[in-house]
């Protein structure tokens, strides 16, 4: 069975801050990895990663996967309040139609 | 303009009732998908759909049917419900046939069984 484990499970920093969000995996036949942010309601694509150490970006974002260790980090530079959410990380593999999504890192930026 | 709506967004029920969520796409996407994510947040895929196979999550209980009346609306049914069901149940749509594409999200449904 897929398995993703994401940590820290909760984070609080302040604004400015620049925080690092992991994600692990056990994935067989791996296809590719995908960060959503959740803020209220529904969970919005952020990145999809399939190749490792390509980094994606946007804006003060980034992303990059490593595929011999089985991980992916996600950064947030100068981190503001509007990036208070849950992070969840999500693989895909080549057999199934389907994600499989960890449990989320909640992060809260205080002002 | 919403690229995937739900309805209804809250629904509160008694146990050992049967009820639809509707899902609906308007990007022209292949693919859909029900999510069912609970009060720790852990979001857990229940089906996959296109229109040429459904793939069921082994561990979805029988009492739930997805039902796909045209490729722009997948709705969730759920017969005979209970205390376990009440959770937040996304659906989400893809281009292609393959999930592990970008993946987009309706609003969510908040289901309370009492």
């Known amino acids: 069975e897929d398995k993703v484990v994401q940590s820290p499970l909760s984070l609080v920093v302040h604004e400015g801050d620049t925080v690092t969000l992991n994600c692990s995996y056990e994935?067989?036949?791996?296809?590719?990895l995908l960060w959503y942010k959740q803020e209220k309601k529904a969970p919005t694509f952020l990145f999809m990663l399939t190749s490792s150490g390509i980094e994606k970006k946007s804006g003060r974002l980034s992303s990059i996967l490593d595929k011999k260790e089985l991980f992916s980090i996600l950064n947030i530079t100068a981190t503001q309040t509007g990036d208070s959410a849950v992070y969840l990380c999500a693989v895909g593999n080549n057999a199934g139609n389907m994600l499989t999504f960890g449990g989320g890192t909640r992060l809260m930026v205080k002002p | 303009d919403t690229a995937v709506s739900q309805t209804p967004k809250y629904l509160v029920t008694q146990m050992g009732n049967d009820k639809s969520i509707k899902c609906e796409q308007n990007?022209?996407?292949?693919?859909m998908y029900w999510y069912k994510q609970d009060s720790k947040k852990f979001l857990k895929i229940m089906f996959s759909?296109?229109?040429?196979?459904?793939?069921i999550n082994e561990t979805v209980p029988n009492r739930f049917s997805p039902k796909s009346p045209d490729k722009a609306h997948l709705n969730l049914h759920i017969n005979s419900l209970e205390l376990g069901d009440s959770a937040v149940y996304f659906c989400?749509?893809?281009?292609?046939?393959?999930?592990?594409?970008?993946?987009?999200f309706g609003p969510g449904t908040r289901l309370l069984v009492l």
């Open positions: 994935v067989t036949n791996f296809r590719s």
């Open positions: 759909y296109n229109n040429k196979e459904l793939i």
């Open positions: 990007l022209g996407h292949d693919t």
């Open positions: 989400a749509s893809s281009p292609g046939t393959r999930a592990q594409e970008t993946q987009y």
